[in-house]
């Protein structure tokens, strides 16, 4: 009861919700990023490639991650001589900003959301866009020529795979009839198959292209390779974060994996049902608890698919990938729209 | 090595006295050359080496490359053919910079002594190049007068002679005429002299004496005076 | 440059350039990039002064010299049997290829010859070298396009390669085991049936990255109709080994002059060669090498004799006076030793002809025109190590 009323006081505040929400946030964005990198960068990839990764720091290996972080942490900041101090300093935090904006827009339950926005998938595919911004800032302002390389490449690259990205979200918003995060949820949860409701409608069934558009173009936006050309280590040794050491890079580095978990939120919302399954009651209160797990679990199997990739192929060049974007995928985006268009109105 | 090592061992045969392939070689290269041939020889079975004069050195390239079919660039270096002041820089009980003895105070004056098609001067280019339709090769030499080291370049013909040329220039000294580019290829930019030369003194040699070939070791179950070379153990 | 190869290369540069520039109006100014010394993708110290416009390269110089050892002069000083300690360390990732041009060498001055049973172990070795080499330039082929995993499986698989090599050797990377007159020991126990098993796992991992790297999209878009070396002009630089049968030119020093003192004419296998010249072609030969290179292996250790594994060569050795070279088919190309002996403990002046720095030496004339990321992959499949370059 004494407990019941002091949270209703803490939340009735403006401290309470904020600080909670925060926390929120954070974990929202970390935790997905630490299990990819440990379950994927360190592992999974290790035992693809025949090796063990990681075994000493904790059981399996598992605080490795610490490890690192500790070590980045301990590193000197160092500014190269020639470089623009302040937007040198900057560029990380704007890139792991445009992270922390995406997940604003993602619900994780019936009534655990950050922000309940009509138009929520217009913001995230906007404020996606910001980390070009920061990463062109830093490669421009490391005053190195494998920098402003990467990051030349990198705003070509983001720029041509805005376009199916969005086209792809588009079969979707026009499913569901809506651009609302939320809604789009409850749209799969509650939608029919041709008629047909039984498992209800994820739209990953019904929306296979699209689906296949969306992982080929974040895959892209998340430069992982095969599209890891801003960062391609054998070419311009690491693109835009050459110059970057200690901190700075391990904020690009969180930015990158964060980044990846977000994405793939993304794409559970869109195309997996998000927070809810099949068989369940999407009005049900245990959604709040059980919908972040649901979540979780969705987004590892999607960034299972990202990694897979990763570790498989080799890397396009630059030209080539720009033609994947301008001549296969867009019109085939296009297609899908109008497939899906045709299929609304006669449905 | 036991005695049965001596038994098995299959004594090279006797290859043809006379290689009628590679006389054939020689013997349209002087017809094609005429004057610029200096001296050849050929060791049957092996090879050939034809010395050719320096105003003839670009055009045997081009008569190998475009009329013979020596299409592949095999390698371009340089001979120093004058013997080292500072000895063999090998064992320093015998060092002649070192411990100079009286039989070979100055060996900078001994007669050259040059080796197969000859030689009359002290640097010598050489260069190899090989036909591989039919597996030949020949090596091409060319004297270079001690006043004048000088050479035509063969990158018109040989483009791959570019960087052997360069370093050849950078190592013995030699300036090959027509060389679009002749920086220094290995060394740094400001380094001095030409470490390929007779010479030019080894100065890691130099500076600590060598332990050298006294410090050959026995082989196992060998007593001293066992079954090693007669040649060997006066040194 | 020859007429010839002026044309082929304005074509080439045509092709290029019309796939590529999007906008031709454009003037834009031009930028120096420098790849290396330390460079990812040079694997050595190798530098690059590349002019760019745009992505596309206008010049390309190499630089080098970072690693020149002076073998050639040091080698002056040395006795015939030091020498090889030295020249293990030109191409270090098969090194005892790089040993037998020169102990042949001597061998021909001094006229004798291995007895037939070290010759077989010798052309065994060199040929597990060869394995053993081409197996890294296959998997960091991999890591130059961009895929990590090819080249943990070449390390994995070339493991079991440098254990046998290291088995008989005692080194696996410089052995130093290769001797005047015939070898430095015998082969031990149950060593023939562990390199037979050893060399199935080769062929497995030939396989295994045909489907995983060769038959990839990425890699084959990556790779094909880049970096064309047309035969003569490849001939012309003295590209050698795969470089130039990828080209098409049917060459094997192994099967066409076979020096004295190996017994590649005792087994069968076949020497591949691909018409197209491009870096896909090149990956293409390698990989056959590596799968003629296990079959060789595997043909030999069964028709090994019995006997003794040294000549008679007398204690200190002193070779004859007299000028040989020697070229083999080392796994980088053609490698030769010119040595010339006056009669002395130490040669009087020894030529090394190694195969990366006529493979390289064509960069300058291929890379222009191409793509940065095309730089990679040029240099990744003419496959060169930076010891058999800077001697």
Known sequence: MILASWLDTVFDSFWGPTVFRSIGGLAAVLLPAGAIVYLYLFKMMSFMQS?????????????????????????????????????????????????????????????????????????????????????????????????????????????????????????????????????????????????????????????LLGFFIFMVAMQAELTQPPFDMPVAES?????????????????????EFATAGIFAMIASVLFLGGWWVPGLDPDSNWFNVLGPLVMFAKVIVVTFLIFWFRITYPRFREDQLQKLAWKILIPLSLANIVATGILKVAF | MSDETAVEETPIEDVAEVDEAREALVATMTEKLSDGIVETFVKPGDDVWIRVSRDAWVETANVLKSEMGFG???????????????????????????????????????PLETGYAGGDTRFQLFARVNDVTTARAVTIKCDLPDDDLTAPT??????????????????????????????????????????????????????????????????????????????GSGA | MTSISETEQLRYISQQAADARVNVEIETEGMTLNLGPQHPATHGTLRIIAKLDGEQVVAAEPVMGYMHRGYEKLAEVRTYPQVTTLINRIDWTGSFANETPFILAAE???????????????????????????????????????????????????????????????????????????????????WIQNTKNAMGKVEEFCDQIEDLMYGNEIFQARTRGIGIIPKDVGLAYGLSGVNIRASGVDWDVRRDALPRGLVYDQVDWKVWTHP???????????????????????????????????????????????????????????????????????????????????????????????????????????????????R
């Open chain 3, 108 to 190: 021909k001055l001094m006229e004798i010859e291995a007895p037939p049973r070290a010759q077989y172990i010798r052309t065994i070795l060199h040929e597990m070298s060869r394995v053993a080499n081409v197996m890294l330039g296959i998997g960091d082929m991999g890591v130059q396009v961009g895929a990590t995993t090819p080249v943990f499986y070449a390390f994995r698989d070339r493991e079991y390669v440098l254990n046998q090599i290291e088995a008989v050797t005692g080194g696996r990377f410089h052995p130093n085991f290769d001797r005047i007159g015939g070898l430095k020991d015998d082969l031990p126990a149950g």
């Open chain 1, 51 to 207: 090796r063990l990764g990681p075994t000493e720091a904790g059981p399996y290996g598992s605080l490795q991650l610490v490890a690192e972080v500790g070590k980045w942490l301990q590193k000197e900041d160092i500014f190269p001589r020639k470089a623009d101090r302040i937007v040198f300093a900057a560029a990380p935090f704007v890139v792991l900003m445009s992270s922390f904006l995406l997940v604003l827009v993602v619900p994780f339950g019936p009534d655990a959301w950050f922000v309940n926005l009509d138009t929520g998938i217009y913001f995230a595919l906007a404020v996606s866009s910001v980390s070009v911004i920061g990463i062109l800032m830093a490669g421009w302002a490391s005053a190195s020529k494998y920098s402003m390389l990467g990051g030349l490449r990198a705003a070509a690259q983001l720029i041509a795979y805005e376009l199916p990205l969005v086209l792809a979200v588009i079969g979707v918003v026009i499913q569901a009839g809506t651009l609302n995060m939320q809604d789009i949820v409850l749209a799969q949860a509650e939608g029919e198959i041709f008629g047909w409701g039984g498992i209800g409608n994820p739209f990953i069934l019904t929306q």
């Open chain 2, 154 to 231: 063969w990158i018109p013909v040989y483009p791959g002679a570019n960087w052997h040329e360069r370093e050849a220039a950078e190592m013995f000294g030699i300036e090959f005429t027509g060389h679009p580019n002749l920086r220094k290829l290995y060394l740094p930019g400001e380094f001095e002299g030409y470490p390929m030369r007779k010479d030019f003194a080894l100065l890691a040699r130099r500076i600590k004496p060598w332990p050298g070939i006294v410090d050959v070791e026995q082989m196992p179950g060998e007593d001293e005076d066992g079954d090693a070379s007669e040649e």
């Open chain 3, 276 to 390: 197209d010249g491009d870096c896909y072609s090149r990956m293409w030969v390698r990989l056959q090498e590596v799968r003629e290179g296990a079959k060789i292996v595997t043909q030999l250790l069964s028709q090994i004799p019995s006997g003794p594994i040294m000549a008679k060569v007398p204690r200190i050795i002193k070779v004859p006076a007299g000028e040989a070279f020697v070229e083999t088919e080392n796994p980088l190309g053609v490698m030769g030793y010119y040595v010339i002996s006056k009669g002395d403990l130490n040669p009087y002046r020894v030529k090394i002809r190694s195969a990366s720095f006529n493979n390289v030496s064509i960069t300058p004339w291929l890379l222009k025109g191409v793509f940065v990321p095309d730089i990679i992959s040029i240099l990744g499949s003419l496959y060169f190590i930076l010891g058999d370059i800077d």
């Open chain 2, 72 to 110: 592949f660039f095999n390698f371009l270096s340089a001979i120093d053919w004058k013997p080292s002041p500072f000895g063999r820089d090998m064992d320093s009980q015998v060092d002649l910079a070192m411990n100079p003895t009286d039989e070979t105070t100055d060996v900078g004056d001994a």
């Open chain 1, 235 to 255: 070419e311009i040794v690491t693109g835009y974060m050459t110059e970057y050491s200690g901190i700075r890079f391990l904020l690009f580095f969180i930015g």
